[in-house]
Every structure is written in C-alpha cells, then in structure tokens.
C-alpha cells in the first residue's frame, strides 16, 4: 500500500512524494520503527513525536505524517528521499491510515462500545460471558486487559491507540470474532484513539464526577462520553435512571443520531426495565420486561449495580437479537 492508498479522501499534503515506495507498516513509536515503515509524529502531553522524526528516519522510516511544518522544516533539507505528508491532526489521521491500513477490520465483526464512569468492564464480561453461551466467539478490549479468543493480552490504558486497536481487531478477525465488547474511555473519545471505528451498539452506564485531571470541566466530560452515541450504526442502549442518560437521549434526537436510542433502567419508565427487585446477600432477581416478553432474572451477585449492569448485557443481547429462550440460556 503507497500513501496514495492510505490518504486517499482524506485531507494531506505531500512534499518529495514517491508513489512507487511501498508502506510496509505504521508505527508511533520511532522505537519499533523497521526499515521501509510510516512515522506518526503525534504531539502528546509529555512528548512530540515531532522530536523524534530524525531518529525514525535513522531507523528506517521512508514517510514521515506530521503537523508542524516549523519544526519539521530544518530536518527536511536533510532527508530529500523521504516522502513527508502534513496534516492538520496527527493523531486523527493515524486513526484513519490505521483502519484503511487494516483494511476496515472493525467492519467484520459486530462492535459494542460501553462507556460511563462505572460498570463498563463488568458489562464487558458479562457481555462476552452470555454469547459465548450462545456459542459465539467474542474479542473484549478494556481495563484488566484485552481477549482475543481464548487468550489474554495484558494493557495499561483502558481503550489503547487507534493503530493497536486496530492490530487487535484484525487478530479478532482472523479468530473469526463474532462481536468485539470494548470499553470506550473518555479520554479515547476525545483524542481519536476510536475515530472511524463502525460501532454497531453504544452502551451508556452512568455519569459521576471523574477524570477532571484530563477534562477541563465536568460539561467536557459528558460531550466527550456523547461522542460514541454519534458513531453508532444500529442502537444505542441508555441507562435513563441516570440524569445523564436522559440528557443524552434528547440530544440523540437533536442532533439526528443515525443509531435509535432504547433506553433500560430500575426507576424510570424504560424499554428494558427490572421490576419486582428482590436483594439479598447471595445476589439478585428481578423480572427482566420488554415489549415482547417478560422472564426472571437471578444474578448471584449482590447490589444495585449488578442489575443494571445485568440489565445492560441483556438488552445489548436482545438488540441483537436474542429470544427469550436464549437470554435464559445466556443468563444461566
């Protein structure tokens, strides 16, 4: 693939361009840099990859992206065999050579993306429990690591860069992954770690005060949350008992969201709804009702949280179109 290929519909610049030299890989990290790969210089809170350009370019690399001109121009004298491509953000357009590098992968698999402040790596697993007893193979990227088939990657990040993302959902992939259960931070939302991902269904947990270390205020907090509710394709599954959730369904319908919002919750009128709770130190029951049917519910495992995490594994399962018969199947 050339960078022709790569860029193609997508805004760029190139200087000293070689249309026969051939991409062999992307890298963003001028450490693992092979002779004949692409560098993304992405400028980040603790180091600009801009630094580290000539160091890529020593190890191999024959096409520098980058975004500042000023800092780059002094090295491009001194390399006039390497393409050098500029764009306007970096990190925005490696999210997209990723995906076109890829070829599309999270196009190949059902993609679930769970955000909130509490309960996405629950309902990741569970999630990924309750298919695969309706015999489907599942991908799960998050918190305590990332599982492609039967194996277990360990991560330090809980949604990692869009070039890994993709790597992992081409592994997915070739593991002949049914569905991808991937916990979506805010912090990937708001620095295009998910750009151009084809999210199938969007889950939202809850919205408390959290990360103000990386959001300037708790208003950016949310509208980076909201963002995964406008990438979706099909539906997107809203806690209502959370003011947030609420707010996030009427701006679905502001802002003409593609994917149809269906709401679940405990205390609020929901299209997915747990009546008739019943607590106890051993877990919880409830009676699971929807429009088409009604079934009871018994998680062992205790509190509130369980039966909306349960809740939302469910109604992912059913908006994909699980019966009756198989949400007692994939509960058990």
């Not at 990741?124 to 799960?140: F, I, P, Q």
């Not at 890994?164 to 916990?183: I, P, Q």
């Not at 609420?246 to 009128?269: E, P, W």
Request: charged share 25%.
């Amino acid at each position: 693939m050339n960078v022709k290929e790569l860029l193609s519909g997508y805004g760029h610049r190139v200087i000293h361009e070689n249309v026969g030299q051939v991409i062999h890989d992307i890298q963003y990290d001028s450490r693992l840099i092979e002779a004949g790969d692409l560098f993304v210089a992405i400028k980040g809170y603790q180091a600009d990859g801009h630094d580290y350009i000539e160091k890529a370019i020593e190890k191999g690399a024959t096409t520098i992206v980058c975004s500042d001109l000023g800092k780059v121009a002094p090295i491009m004298e001194k390399y006039h065999d390497v393409q050098w491509i500029f764009v306007e953000d970096a990190r925005n357009a490696l999210a997209y050579m990723s995906d076109v590098f890829y070829d599309k992968p999270s196009k190949k698999m059902a993609l679930v993306g769970i955000t909130g402040t509490n309960g996405k790596t629950s309902v990741s697993l569970l999630l990924s429990n309750m298919l695969e007893a309706l015999d489907k193979r599942t991908g799960v990227i998050g918190t305590i690591g990332n599982k492609v088939g039967q194996s277990f990657r360990n991560t330090s990040v809980t949604t990692p860069e869009s070039l890994n993302l993709n790597r992992l959902f081409t592994d997915m992939v070739s593991d002949k992954t049914d569905a991808c259960l991937m916990e979506v931070s805010s912090h990937s939302l708001a620095l295009d770690r998910v750009a151009f991902l084809n999210y199938n269904i969007g889950i939202f947990t809850n919205l408390t005060q959290d990360h103000m270390d990386f959001h300037r205020d708790f208003e950016e907090y949310y509208s980076a949350k909201r963002r995964l509710f406008l990438m979706t394709d099909t539906y997107n599954l809203i806690n209502v008992d959370d003011a947030f959730g609420r707010r996030i369904v009427k701006d679905m319908v502001a802002l003409s969201a593609k994917a149809k919002s269906v709401t679940y919750g405990i205390d609020r009128a929901a299209d997915i709804m747990a009546r008739n709770v019943r607590y106890s130190m051993a877990g919880v029951s409830y009676d699971l009702c929807t429009a088409e049917f009604e079934v009871a519910i018994r998680v062992n495992m205790p509190g509130k949280i369980y039966v909306y995490n349960t809740l939302a594994a469910i109604g992912t399962l059913i908006l994909m179109g699980a019966s009756k018969e198989d949400v007692l199947k994939a509960v058990a």
